[in-house]
């Protein structure tokens, strides 16, 4: 915090303030502890908005309540918002034919009080050239818009995803040191945002010094240990059918 400070002072840095990726308390209190900090960059989306474990909502409203202005990081969630399952993308263009999946994304983020920017990543020229278009002359969401956004969640939390808690009970002993539970999260993004690209990313990041889901030898001790009772095995060879090439 001190050396960010002093680089204020001598005018290298403009404004100074912080990336956050914990829970809204811990976010409360650090910044009742650095009140001098500026601004505060938060992951959010409307699909993280009121996820218990990214907490959009809950650390956006401690931002606005100690009046920290906010960057957004993940408005289009690595990219997952922008793909989605052709039940959602045929949502989105019944509201509106002539604009991309992603834009909806990228506009729920711009749509709130207090923003500084949005950064959305963009990896060719098509993306940014779309992004601008919406973008140049922004016009934040209206309520008819925010209602389908509301439907879409709707969709994305009934869809049935690998029930893993990340307990990793069943990780210890497994003789393959398979990281079960970062492969199912890598899974369970294709079965919501149907992103196989992007599940495939996460899924090698998965197995990084570890066992591939094809590694799995069946001897069950992961089964015996998990408390929501998956069947891990068979689930494993289902992964491994999808995310291996």
């Known amino acids: 915090w001190d050396y960010m400070l002093k680089l204020k002072e001598r005018g290298i840095a403009k404004h100074v303030g912080f990336s956050f990726h914990d ?15 500026e601004f505060v960059q938060l992951q959010i989306n409307y699909a993280d908005w009121d996820s218990a474990n990214v907490q959009s909502r809950a650390c956006y409203e401690v931002a606005r309540k100690h009046n920290k202005p906010v960057l957004i990081m993940e408005p289009v969630k690595g990219g997952s918002l922008a793909t989605m399952t ?7 263009k019944a509201a509106n034919p ?16 207090g923003i500084v920017t949005v950064l959305s990543g963009m990896s060719d020229l098509q ?9 140049e002359h922004f016009r934040p969401l209206n309520d008819s818009e925010r209602a389908t956004i509301d ?26 040191q398979i990281n079960i539970p970062a492969i199912f999260s890598a899974y369970n993004t294709y079965l919501v945002y149907g992103s196989l690209q992007g599940a495939k990313n ?4 998965a197995i990084k010094d570890h066992g591939m889901a094809s590694s799995c030898v069946h001897c069950l001790q992961c089964e015996a ?7 891990i095995t068979e689930r494993l060879k289902e992964i491994a059918k999808v995310l291996e090439d």
């Open 98 to 113: 002539d604009v991309s999946v992603s834009s909806w994304a990228v506009r729920f983020a711009a749509s709130l009080d």
């Open 127 to 135: 993306q940014m050239e779309d992004n601008t278009s919406y973008m």
């Open 202 to 205: 996460s899924y090698k990041n």
């Open 151 to 176: 439907e879409v969640v709707k969709i994305l939390n009934s869809i049935p995803t690998i029930p893993c808690t990340a307990c990793r009970y069943c990780v210890d002993g497994c003789p393959m």
């Open 225 to 231: 240990q998990c408390p929501q009772k998956i069947n």
């Open 23 to 37: 829970s809204a308390e811990v976010l409360d209190r650090t910044l009742t502890d650095h009140p001098e900090m």
């Open 86 to 92: 052709p039940d959602i993308q045929a949502k989105f």
